[in-house]
């Protein structure tokens, strides 16, 4: 491998000859990487993605956003996904979070595959196609947040949800107004309220 010069006169052609070098530099880093460097970074990719390939998935889940309750929520809702084929679980889990995500699998008759898990962040759910599919993001970011919080931007909310949102998020509180008495009288219903309800009664 020669090195690159920096410098004045002289030095810019072998600047520009250093160029070339580095293009075949790169051409070489291409090569090997389509060698054997590729299929390494696939091999730890598919271990977070509990034996996938990236560009198959449609979304996954961490194992600590498995147990919560609203995961349910957002698996079936990519297992409507026409794309969709298999529900993998991380079989580190608890047998209860398991069993939840088999019975959704069984009930939306998608493919239910358990896998041990081969790394420290390996996901605890994937659901994922059989083919590329190229999904921007597949991580969901819920945590913190109480699901019928999750996206939702302004409205107006009950005072129980307006001190919960109020407690984590106190600008965010501030996007929503508080219903009052007349609000109640005109029917108007809670955002965050409505939204629970709306998972519960799935
Ligand atoms: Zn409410």
Same mark, same amino acid.
């Given at each position: 491998?020669?090195?690159?010069?920096?410098? #004045?006169? @002289?030095?810019?052609? +072998?600047?520009?000859?250093? &160029?070339?070098?580095?293009?075949?530099? /790169?051409?070489?880093?291409?090569?090997?990487?389509?060698?054997?460097?590729?299929?390494?970074?696939?091999?730890? &990719? $598919?271990?977070?993605?509990?034996?996938?390939?990236?560009?198959?998935?449609?979304?996954?889940?961490? =194992?600590?956003?498995?147990?919560?309750?609203?995961?349910?929520?957002?698996?079936?809702?990519?297992?409507?996904? @026409?794309?969709?084929? $298999?529900? %993998? =679980?991380?079989?580190?889990? #608890?047998?209860?979070?398991?069993?939840?995500?088999? $019975? !959704?699998?069984? &009930?939306?008759?998608?493919?239910?595959? #358990?896998?041990?898990?081969?790394?420290?962040? +390996?996901?605890?759910?994937? %659901? #994922?196609?059989?083919?590329?599919?190229?999904?921007?993001?597949?991580?969901? /970011?819920?945590? /913190?947040?109480?699901?019928?919080? %999750?996206? !939702?931007?302004?409205?107006?909310?009950?005072?129980?949800?307006?001190?919960?949102?109020?407690?984590?998020?106190?600008?965010?509180?501030?996007?929503?107004?508080? %219903?009052?008495?007349?609000?109640?009288?005109?029917?108007? $219903?809670?955002? +965050?309220? +409505?939204?629970?309800?709306?998972?519960?009664?799935?």
């Amino acid at each position: 491998m020669r090195t690159m010069i920096h410098g #004045s006169g @002289a030095a810019a052609a +072998a600047n520009a000859r250093g &160029e070339i070098l580095m293009k075949k530099d /790169e051409l070489r880093k291409t090569v090997e990487r389509g060698i054997g460097g590729v299929p390494e970074i696939k091999a730890s &990719e $598919k271990k977070k993605w509990l034996g996938e390939f990236r560009e198959r998935v449609i979304l996954g889940l961490t =194992v600590k956003q498995c147990s919560s309750e609203c995961s349910l929520h957002y698996v079936r809702e990519a297992l409507k996904d @026409a794309m969709a084929e $298999k529900l %993998i =679980v991380n079989n580190g889990m #608890s047998i209860n979070t398991i069993s939840k995500f088999m $019975k !959704l699998a069984d &009930e939306m008759e998608k493919n239910f595959i #358990s896998r041990p898990a081969q790394c420290d962040n +390996a996901m605890g759910v994937v %659901i #994922s196609s059989s083919v590329a599919v190229d999904r921007g993001n597949v991580d969901l /970011e819920f945590g /913190e947040l109480p699901i019928k919080f %999750i996206k !939702l931007e302004k409205g107006k909310l009950c005072n129980d949800c307006f001190l919960e949102l109020e407690k984590i998020k106190v600008k965010h509180a501030r996007n929503f107004g508080r %219903i009052t008495l007349l609000d109640k009288i005109l029917g108007t $219903k809670c955002v +965050a309220c +409505a939204k629970e309800n709306s998972y519960k009664f799935e």
